[in-house]
């Protein structure tokens, strides 16, 4: 099925994962938000369950293995053309992720990728709602 005007909503996930006061954070390589820092994840498979998709999106993209902690939301991104047609339709279950190990590596989709001091969000292009969700979480944690 196409990513763009799709026929059904897609499922897919994404990782807040702070370690140390730092969350990481990768540069989307593909739309929506191609070239904005935002977390790591992805489309969800045939056959994988969302917590192993979204360990499966952040190994790919950064290189780091990761064990989710809880469901932290789930959004719905819709976006329409000129016309009014849905271009894109994801449901997106956002996960808090805990580190467990390795280096930060770009790969995959994620032309660059990095650790960011939770009080330097502020400096990054960023996709707003996801600025918006690290500082909850991060609150939510008692990290901020």
């Given at each position: 099925?196409?990513?763009?005007?799709?026929?059904?909503?897609?499922?897919?996930?994404?990782?807040?994962?702070?370690?140390?006061?730092?969350?990481?954070?990768?540069?989307?390589?593909?739309?929506?938000n191609?070239?904005?820092?935002?977390?790591?994840?992805?489309?969800?498979?045939?056959?994988?369950?969302?917590?192993?998709?979204?360990?499966?999106?952040v190994?790919?993209?950064?290189?780091?293995?990761?064990?989710?902690?809880?469901?932290?939301?789930?959004?719905d991104?819709?976006?329409?053309?000129?016309?009014?047609?849905?271009?894109?339709?994801?449901?997106?279950?956002?996960?808090?992720?805990?580190?467990?190990?390795?280096?930060?590596?770009?790969?995959?989709?994620?032309?660059?990728?990095?650790?960011?001091?939770?009080?330097?969000?502020?400096?990054?292009?960023?996709?707003?709602?996801?600025?918006?969700?690290?500082?909850?979480?991060?609150?939510?944690?008692?990290?901020?």
């Amino acid at each position: 099925m196409s990513r763009e005007y799709p026929t059904q909503p897609i499922a897919a996930v994404a990782a807040t994962i702070i370690h140390d006061g730092k969350v990481l954070l990768v540069v989307r390589g593909k739309p929506p938000n191609m070239g904005k820092w935002g977390i790591p994840g992805g489309v969800v498979e045939l056959g994988e369950t969302t917590e192993q998709a979204v360990c499966r999106e952040v190994l790919e993209e950064t290189n780091i293995v990761v064990k989710p902690k809880r469901l932290i939301t789930i959004l719905d991104s819709i976006g329409r053309d000129k016309e009014g047609h849905v271009r894109v339709h994801y449901i997106l279950l956002e996960y808090l992720c805990e580190f467990i190990s390795g280096e930060v590596k770009a790969a995959s989709d994620a032309p660059d990728a990095k650790w960011v001091l939770l009080t330097d969000l502020n400096t990054l292009d960023m996709i707003e709602i996801t600025r918006t969700l690290v500082n909850k979480v991060a609150r939510e944690e008692g990290l901020l």
